[in-house]
Antibody
Framework: QVQLMESGGGVVQPGRSLRVSCAASGFIFSDFGMHWVRQAPGTGLEWVALISYDGSDKYYADSVRGRFTISRDNSKNTLFLQMDSLGAEDTAVYFCARGFANSIIDYWGQGTLVSVSS | QSALTQPASVSGSPGQSITISCTGSSSDIGAYNFVSWYQQHPGNAPRLVIY???NRPSGVSDRFFGSKSGNTASLTIYGLQPEDEADYYCSSYTPRNTLYVFGSGTRVTVL
């Protein structure tokens, strides 16, 4: 079955950087686009970024463009999100999720909490 | 791009039917048949229950029904059951804008 497991979250100071990862299994990772979606405490979902199946195309939400970088290593079935210049507004649980047929986000990991605080 | 608008809460008794609305604009819901719905129990990951307006993934109960009219999508849950108590989020794929926009979320309570 499809499994997505995020890691790398934690507490980071404002202005600093953090990289979170997502290990995928149970499907052919290199066949699917992958997303990051975040959820601030007690609030709703916010789409963050998408990377195409081969890593050639990347898309970002306006709120993170220029600060966050999505990437993938298909040889290791792993998705990454490099987050720079972090601010309090970036505090959230970060979910990795699988994309399907462009329009669908079908499977989600359990998420990793990133807390930006001094 | 603003989040799609959902009611904050909807409630119903076991066996009843409830409907959650999701209102967008002519740039997202009104422009494409790419509306999805997600169920999220507290502390858990979201689970896809409807995609492309009215399609159910394998394993999702046929008590979940999705539809759309103009700029508003709807999720109806028939025969409400205790395990349906959760948060529900709509989303729209908008290839000419922010790509994906989510709704504000609706807490469903089974009385």
């Amino acid at each position: 079955q499809v499994q997505l497991m995020e890691s790398g979250g934690g507490v980071v100071q404002p202005g600093r950087s953090l990289r979170v990862s997502c290990a995928a299994s149970g499907f052919i990772f290199s066949d699917f686009g992958m997303h990051w979606v975040r959820q601030a405490p007690g609030t709703g979902l916010e789409w963050v970024a998408l990377i195409s199946y081969d890593g050639s195309d990347k898309y970002y939400a306006d709120s993170v463009r220029g600060r966050f970088t999505i990437s993938r290593d298909n040889s290791k079935n792993t998705l990454f999100l490099q987050m720079d210049s972090l601010g309090a507004e970036d505090t959230a649980v970060y979910f990795c999720a699988r994309g399907f047929a462009n329009s669908i986000i079908d499977y989600w990991g359990q998420g990793t909490l990133v807390s930006v605080s001094s | 791009q603003s989040a799609l608008t959902q009611p904050a809460s909807v409630s119903g008794s076991p066996g009843q039917s409830i409907t959650i609305s999701c209102t967008g604009s002519s740039s997202d819901i009104g422009a494409y048949n790419f509306v999805s719905w997600y169920q999220q129990h507290p502390g858990n990951a979201p689970r896809l229950v409807i995609y492309d307006v009215g399609n159910r993934p394998s394993g999702v109960s046929d008590r979940f029904f999705g539809s759309k009219s103009g700029n508003t999508a709807s999720l109806t849950i028939y025969g409400l059951q205790p395990e349906d108590e959760a948060d529900y989020y709509c989303s729209s794929y908008t290839p000419r804008n922010t790509l994906y926009v989510f709704g504000s979320g609706t807490r469903v309570t089974v009385l």
